[in-house]
């Protein structure tokens, strides 16, 4: 079985700066894709960033970027330039198969 | 595109009611998920399923929990008898096709308070 552990509850950025979001997962296969999902107070999950195991190159999009370190099994979270609308519920998943694990979340704050 | 849709949005019942969720995913997509999630923790999965069959209810209380999507679209998650336990966000979630890799898109939430 997957296991996903968000070792950080709660977080805090200042506006424009960046932010690191820490996660480390276990999991015994060698095909799986790892998420970062963003749930704002509406509940409504939002995907941020995926990546899949088998690329070594790090996952970009726009101000969001990670740092997949496969041996380690650690996949963190950075958020450059953060915003105020970046404040929110972090959650990282590892996704194999039909399983689909979950961290509890780390509460990203940003202070204007 | 028209996300996943969820209703209620908020249910407040007592210990030993009964209480049923609705969720309509996105339209063509073969492959829905509940998941429950308690205050402070991350999405747990309860039930996925493909088309109108059960892929995977390994974690759903099935002496309470109940769940069915009979024509393959829009599905129906049961709790009966409720018990305080309970209480939390019920995630609906929809997905093009099962396994690794289709991304799940997720519903607002249903939040239940058990009284």
């Known amino acids: 079985a997957q296991t996903v552990t968000q070792s950080q509850p709660e977080m805090s950025v200042q506006e424009a700066e960046t932010v690191t979001l820490s996660c480390t997962y276990d999991t015994s296969e060698s095909d799986y894709y790892l998420f970062w999902y963003k749930q704002p107070p509406s509940r409504q999950m939002i995907l941020v960033i995926r990546?899949?195991?088998?690329?070594?190159q790090n996952a970009t999009e726009n101000r969001f970027s990670v740092n997949f370190q496969k041996a380690a099994k650690s996949f963190s979270l950075k958020i450059s330039d953060s915003q105020l609308g970046d404040a929110a519920m972090y959650f990282c998943?590892?996704?194999?198969?039909?399983?689909?694990?979950f961290g509890a979340g780390t509460r990203l704050t940003v202070k204007p | 595109e028209a996300g996943v849709a969820q209703s209620p949005r908020y249910k407040i019942i007592e210990k030993r009611q009964s209480v049923a969720f609705w969720c309509n995913p996105i339209s063509g997509h073969a492959t829905l998920y509940w998941y429950q999630q308690i205050l402070g923790q991350g999405p747990k999965l309860l039930i996925q399923f493909q088309n109108n069959g059960v892929v995977d209810d390994s974690q759903l209380p099935k002496d309470r929990f109940s769940a069915e999507r009979l024509k393959g679209v829009d599905s129906t998650l049961k709790i009966q008898p409720a018990k305080l336990e309970d209480s939390a966000v019920y995630l609906c979630?929809?997905?093009?096709?099962?396994?690794?890799?289709?991304?799940?898109?997720f519903g607002p939430g249903t939040r239940l308070t058990v009284l």
């Open positions: 979630a929809s997905s093009w096709r099962q396994g690794t890799y289709n991304e799940q898109f």
């Open positions: 990546q899949e195991a088998y690329k070594q």
């Open positions: 998943a590892s996704h194999r198969g039909n399983d689909m694990r």
